[in-house]
């Protein structure tokens, strides 16, 4: 069965730090890795990831995955409250039986206090 | 973006009564909708998956015959609470999929609560 785990599972912060959530798996027949942050209604997507090593950046938002030692980091820096959420990991069903099915992680709730 | 919407966004109804959200794909035709119920402050758990034009598969613990789901075309999944009671009070999030892709896209979910 596929494991998605984050951590920490909840953060509080001020605005101008950076943070790091961390998000680890294991799954059978890696395919790739999604972010997505959530505010008050729908998940929305950030990044998606499939070869180590290789950062994508989104504005302050910055991801990388390392498939040797199966986990992601998820990186914001210059909080704003905006980025006030919570953020989750998830990872695509690997064994082929349920095509789209995403496994999702605990989440992390970042708390960005002005 | 794929838009995805569900309708109603909230509803409030008593207990004993049943309730349905509908999940449509608006830009795209869907092969798969995932439903998820999310509690307070917690991650998506995924109820069922929503073939359209098979029975759903549902995850284990969920009661498919209290939470009935129907995929009657390739953009509309709809999801049914039967008998609904306190504790099915939730936020209900439903996800359509276009194949070919990894990306689910979200709908932006049902408040319910039962009184």
């Known amino acids: 069965e596929d494991k998605v785990v984050q951590s920490p599972l909840s953060l509080v912060v001020h605005e101008g730090d950076t943070v790091t959530l961390n998000c680890s798996y294991e799954?059978?027949?890696?395919?790739?890795l999604l972010w997505y942050k959530q505010e008050k209604k729908a998940p929305t997507f950030l990044f998606m990831l499939?070869?180590?090593?290789i950062e994508k950046k989104s504005g302050r938002l910055s991801s990388i995955l390392d498939k040797k030692e199966l986990f992601s980091i998820l990186n914001i820096t210059a909080t704003q409250t905006g980025d006030s959420a919570i953020y989750l990991c998830a990872v695509p069903d690997g064994s082929g039986t349920s095509y789209g099915k995403l496994t999702f992680g605990q989440g992390t709730i970042l708390t960005v206090h002005p | 973006g794929a838009v995805v919407s569900q309708h109603p966004s909230r509803v409030i109804c008593k207990s004993g009564t049943s309730v349905k959200i509908e999940c449509r794909s608006l830009?795209?035709?869907?092969?798969?909708m995932f439903w998820y119920r999310q509690f307070p402050k917690q991650s998506l758990m995924l109820m069922a998956t929503?073939?359209?034009?098979?029975?759903?598969?549902?995850e284990q613990g969920v009661e498919k015959d209290k939470f009935l789901i129907n995929h009657a075309s390739l953009t509309l999944s709809t999801l049914t609470v039967t008998s609904a009671h306190p504790e099915d009070s939730s936020f209900y999030i439903c996800?359509?999929?276009?194949?070919?892709?990894?990306?689910?896209?979200f709908g932006p979910g049902t408040r319910l609560t039962v009184t």
């Open positions: 996800s359509a999929f276009r194949g070919g892709h990894y990306e689910q896209y």
């Open positions: 830009d795209f035709q869907a092969t798969t």
């Open positions: 799954v059978t027949n890696f395919r790739s």
């Open positions: 499939t070869s180590s090593g």
């Open positions: 929503s073939n359209e034009g098979s029975k759903a598969t549902y």
